[in-house]
């Protein structure tokens, strides 16, 4: 499994800042947003629950 190695090497190297930077993105690209799932479902850190701009829809994840 050289690849998941290799990942769980790159997710040792990060710090806070490159969480900070990735905040302060105004448009985020879906390979970014997909990455960012995957380190809260790898960290079991749920993202909070907030609701869609019309009362219809339910709740969604934002894990971005």
Same mark, same amino acid.
């Given at each position: 499994?050289?690849?998941?190695? !290799?990942? @769980?090497?790159? #997710?040792?190297? =990060?710090?806070? $800042?490159?969480?900070?930077?990735?905040?302060?993105? &105004?448009?985020?690209?879906?390979?970014? !947003?997909? @990455?960012?799932? #995957?380190?809260? =479902?790898?960290? $079991?850190?749920?993202?909070?629950?907030?609701?869609? &701009?019309?009362?219809?829809?339910?709740?969604?994840?934002?894990?971005?």
């Amino acid at each position: 499994m050289p690849i998941f190695e !290799k990942a @769980v090497k790159a #997710v040792g190297r =990060l710090r806070n $800042e490159h969480v900070v930077e990735l905040r302060g993105f &105004n448009k985020v690209a879906p390979g970014v !947003k997909m @990455v960012a799932k #995957v380190l809260c =479902l790898m960290f $079991e850190n749920a993202p909070p629950k907030v609701r869609k &701009n019309t009362p219809e829809e339910d709740a969604m994840e934002m894990y971005w």
